[in-house]
């Protein structure tokens, strides 16, 4: 009988800005239990990865973690897999940011076990061709990837097994294909199956490799799976058959077979990840085509031999699928160009690490897209991205300013779309002002507290949100095994049907709308189209400049009114100051027609405070208070604002005349592992007015919002 070699890649991962409590419950739940399991087999040989955002936490609060794992390291039965430190996709990052991240990890890795790495975990699985070039740089001799990279590049089911070498500008790396049944099997199979899989192989395929890598959350964390993992001894189990099969299969390193074992040959690799996150990348309406055209392929038992050719988008798409994850994606990237530009001055070793070591944080990869798990949706790992983007940002500033009272004003290609927008730095505050998208301000961060306001998702519609309609799901397997969280459905809570509203603009602020109606609170939470051209429609840019300690930039355009349809001529002014953080816009609109006209304007902005429902974070209208997810409407009102006693923020609004507040609470309706959700994510507040405006005249609005910590 032919032997086969498992090689098992443990992944184990927390992001940047999950909650304490996560750590400890996964901890509690899989990562210690699963790490003594393994300890008391010694003869069971396996590759681990721990993100860094993992091994801060465990080397602060669980230091026996590390120390245990150490010594299995040092035994000869684990070896430590490198990778981007802050756990980033790397083909998202400069190169000098991804060889960056991975150094990081390898000077960590070698000064806490005493070995440096010889292979690494792409984030995701993500591939990019130039992959092997920024690895190699990094010392790195191989990696995991899915299988189904590998059809896509025109290999079949025997060519699965073993690795491949593949290369970049003559920098060479070993491939491992992860095997898919082995990764849908753990631990959701009976062991027996895995053994009955390795006979085959190894009959079929002769001596060769068999590869798993997958999330170790998967043993206690997934829902479900402590019990199964644990209680009833799934993993305890599983090692007991591989000691007791050795004949059948053996464990090892992907480092000792690698050095025991030549490559099956050379490959070249496309753009992929694993076949879920390919689905997830695409548009919504083309993800359930592709969900159709599988399933008929399945019903046919076609799908095999369509395998190669049947792919989904790839990771970058969701760059493009949501406006949120680009602007996430491109503060990052100026971000890094600007610490960049403050490592070039003198500047001490500390300041730069501290600096750096911002940045990355801010490149952890989880709120940077969307599919089964929350991401993107969740507002706590965006916010804790933004913060440390923002405070490396900061950092770069004391380096490239030196405390002086400063505003910067920049027209750059920021979203890389091929048009500009505007971009306005001071001590205190970042805007990206948008002209092509209404003249909007598209992100504010105030610095002092490190805090993205603008931090809001828009609502859109989602390929499983058809699974909420149709309110049809399972949530037992049957027969003593357990759901994979990709075949299970389950809602945490009531009537999520009625929160499926989507909305017919990117959520931005100072975003006017031309009304023929006064907006009413039904109105806007239906997020109706406007009657004019207001939201949206491109303004010119007639002026920008930054002196004397402050920025001003003036925007226009010509548009129509929404009733008479005449011709109205718009100028909207931002005025930011550097010697205090306030944002001033002027709005300025002059009837060209010949009757007088009127209609209704509506100002609106879209912040976050990040708790719908806490004490210490609301709204205060006519010194009334009312928690950051009230529905209202508040007539007569000139001052209002918002404030944060948390995290020591209070943003005030003035403007030139009384107005009528609308407001309410923006809610998408999300899945991850554990089932479909609502999430808060931030509070819409407009400010209706009444405008008549004479043949020839001009009517002038003006709103002020400044910033402080209460």
């Known amino acids: 009988m032919n032997k086969v070699y498992l090689l098992t890649g443990i992944h184990n991962h927390q992001p940047v800005g999950n909650f304490e409590h996560v750590f400890s419950e996964a901890y509690d739940k899989c990562y210690l239990p699963a790490l003594e399991t393994f300890s008391k087999r010694p003869g069971v040989k396996f590759s681990i990865h721990h993100s860094g955002p993992l091994l801060e936490w465990l080397e602060k609060n669980k230091p026996a973690y590390l120390d245990l794992l150490g010594g299995m390291v040092e035994s000869g039965q684990v070896e430590i897999l490198s990778g981007g430190f802050y756990e980033p996709i790397l083909s998202a990052l400069s190169e000098r940011d991804a060889v960056g991240q991975i150094e990081m990890m390898n000077r960590w890795v070698e000064e806490r076990f005493g070995a440096r790495p010889r292979g690494a975990w792409l984030a995701e699985r993500i ?256 916010h804790a991205v933004y913060t440390n983007l923002i405070d490396a940002g900061k950092k770069a500033d004391a380096v490239l300013h030196r405390g002086k009272n400063w505003a910067e004003l920049t027209k750059v290609d920021y979203l890389a779309e091929m048009s500009d927008e505007v971009v306005v730095e001071t001590a205190d505050l970042f805007a990206l002002i948008r002209p092509s998208s209404g003249g909007a301000v598209a992100e504010i961060d105030y610095k002092p507290a490190l805090f993205n306001v603008s ?38 809570e009531k009537s999520l049907e009625k929160k499926l509203v989507f909305d017919a603009h990117t959520r931005q602020s100072f975003t006017e709308h031309l009304l023929a109606e006064k907006p009413t609170l039904e109105f806007l939470r239906a997020d109706k189209e406007d009657d004019g051209n207001g939201a949206g429609s491109a303004y010119n840019a007639d002026f920008a400049e930054a002196k004397g300690g402050a920025a001003r930039l003036v925007l226009s355009k010509d548009v129509a009114t929404p009733v008479e349809k005449s011709p109205l001529y718009v100028r909207k002014s931002y005025s930011i100051s550097g010697k205090a953080p306030v944002i001033t816009c002027e709005y300025s609109m002059t009837n060209r027609g010949k009757e007088t006209v009127r209609f209704h304007l509506g100002m609106e902005w879209n912040f976050t405070l990040l708790a719908a429902d806490a004490l210490d974070r609301y709204l205060t209208v006519n010194d009334e208070k009312y928690r950051m997810n009230h529905s209202g409407e508040t007539t007569g009102v000139k001052k209002w604002a918002i404030t944060d006693e948390y995290f020591k923020l209070s943003i005030g609004w003035k403007s030139s005349r009384a107005v009528d507040l609308v407001r309410y609470p923006i809610e998408t309706v999300s899945q991850s592992e554990d089932g479909f959700e609502s999430n808060y994510q931030g509070t819409c507040m407009v400010a209706a007015l009444k405008v008549e405006i004479a043949p020839g005249k001009t009517v002038v609005e003006e709103f002020t919002l400044t910033f402080s910590k209460p």
């Open 127 to 382: 591939w990019d061709p130039y992959v092997p070039k920024i690895l190699a740089s990094a010392g790195i001799e191989f990696t995991l990837l899915d299988d189904t990279h590998f059809y896509y590049a025109g290999l079949g089911e025997k060519d699965m097994y073993g690795y491949w070498v593949t290369e970049k500008h003559g920098s060479p790396l070993a491939v491992f294909p992860i095997d898919k049944t082995m990764r849908y099997s753990i631990p959701f199979k009976q062991p027996e199956e895995s053994l009955k899989y390795f006979k085959e192989t190894g009959e079929r395929h002769g001596t060769t490799g068999i590869s798993y890598g997958d999330d170790g959350e998967k043993f206690g964390v997934w829902p479900q799976t402590h019990e199964w993992v644990f209680g009833k001894k799934w993993l305890d189990r599983f090692l007991s058959m591989l000691e007791e099969n050795t004949g059948v299969v053996e464990t090892t390193m992907f480092s000792s077979y690698l050095d025991s074992f030549p490559p099956n040959g050379r490959i070249y690799l496309p753009m992929a990840s694993y076949e879920e996150m390919m689905h997830w990348t695409l548009p919504t309406d083309v993800a359930a085509e592709h969900t159709k055209l599988v399933h008929a392929l399945e019903k046919e038992n076609r799908l095999p031999e369509f395998k190669k050719f049947l792919r989904g988008g790839i990771w970058d798409n969701f760059l493009s699928k949501y406006d949120e994850a680009n602007g996430l994606h491109k503060r990052m990237l100026y971000v890094s160009d600007r610490v960049a530009k403050a490592l070039e001055k003198p500047v001490k070793s500390a300041t730069a690490e501290a600096m750096t070591s911002a940045l990355y944080r801010g490149q952890c990869n989880c709120p940077y897209w969307h599919g089964l798990f929350g991401g993107l949706y969740l507002s706590n790992l965006r």
């Open 455 to 492: 931090n809001v998702m828009t609502r859109r519609r989602e390929e499983y949100h058809q699974k909420i309609l149709d309110s049809v799901g399972k949530t037992d397997a049957g027969g003593g095994e357990i759901l994979s969280p990709h075949d299970r459905v389950h809602f945490k």
